[in-house]
């Protein structure tokens, strides 16, 4: 499954979940914040959603663009499988 708007909640559920089961649910609540404002700005913006990322990534701390990177590389991860 490609990631696309349509789809992107989904992707950040799945994510959510796997870092519940592999235990590193401590940074849960952040991460779960950083993919819900991402989404949000996604659903609102007319941009494509990748330069929305990449923008977010550019311009946030160093908490936020881990997330997100490490979001984008288990989409591409998941992907690939």
Known sequence: MKLSRNN????VGLYLNDLEDF???QDRLL?????????KLITESKQDMVTIIQESINKGSKDNKEILKDFLLYVKTSQDI
């Open 8 to 11: 992107l909640n989904e992707w």
């Open 23 to 25: 235990g590193e649910n």
């Open 31 to 39: 991460t779960e914040s950083v993919l819900n404002n991402i989404s």
